[in-house]
């Protein structure tokens, strides 16, 4: 099992630049969720989908965050135009639906804006 | 009210010490819960899920109190590897999981 894959490891951008994180979750899983942490606010849920629909974008934090998921293996979340604010480590993670399932992380995308 | 919250830390025990961590969560209906442990640069991984009746996992034990509505991890015989942030989890809605913002242990040699 090779876990969810998150890509780049690591993001150095310019403000007003646009900025794409890319996640494949863990193969049968039918929930995906992106959260993002920082020091001051911790892990913040941003978006989950399930079976490739969203079903809860209320944490995603202004219009130029936004985040799909065109099949059952790939989501992004781009943000454009970037801001320095947004600097944090973005997380994908998935699980199962059944009751009582936990969620399994990638290694994460640490994003600098400068 | 903030939905999950935690005492940040950071607890410094010495090896061999046992310590306890709360966790008290806003959502009454919750169902699930859990407790993650994350490494400095890394991302959480599930350390145990926790279930109405208790559980325990080696030097690891989880409760529920659901009356007054906290999680708690207890660590016996702590080791220098210990060391991190463990965070707890509760849902908000099924499926939708909400962390705290964690607790720093450091376990002194």
């Known amino acids: 099992d090779a876990g969810v894959i998150q890509s780049p490891r690591h993001e150095v951008t310019e403000m007003g630049q646009e900025v794409t994180l890319r996640c494949k979750p863990i193969?049968?899983?039918?929930?995906l969720f992106w959260y993002r942490q920082t020091m001051m606010r911790g892990l913040e849920l941003l978006i989950y989908?399930?079976?490739?629909?969203?079903?809860?974008d209320s944490g995603m934090p202004e219009d130029r965050f936004s985040a799909k998921m065109p099949n059952a293996s790939f989501s992004t979340l781009k943000i454009q135009p970037s801001e320095p604010r947004d600097s944090a480590v973005y997380f994908c993670?998935?699980?199962?639906?059944?009751?009582?399932?936990?969620?399994?992380f990638g290694n994460g995308t640490r994003l600098t804006v400068t | 009210r903030k939905e999950v919250e935690q005492d940040p830390g950071p607890f410094n025990v010495p090896e061999g010490a046992t310590v306890a961590f709360n966790c008290t969560y806003s959502?009454?209906?919750?169902?699930?819960f859990f407790w993650y442990r994350q490494d400095c640069r890394k991302e959480p991984k599930l350390l145990m899920s926790?279930?109405?009746s208790g559980n325990e996992d080696g030097r690891f034990t989880a409760q529920l109190n659901r009356a007054s509505q906290y999680i708690s991890l207890l660590i016996r015989d702590s080791k220098l590897s210990d060391s991190a942030t463990y965070l707890c989890?509760?849902?908000?809605?099924?499926?939708?999981?909400?962390f705290g913002t964690g607790t720093l242990l450091a376990v002194q040699p």
């Open positions: 993670a998935s699980s199962f639906s059944r009751a009582n399932s936990p969620l399994h």
């Open positions: 193969s049968g899983h039918d929930y």
């Open positions: 989908f399930n079976n490739n629909v969203p079903i809860d």
């Open positions: 959502n009454s209906a919750s169902q699930s």
């Open positions: 926790v279930y109405s």
């Open positions: 989890v509760a849902p908000q809605a099924a499926n939708k999981l909400i």
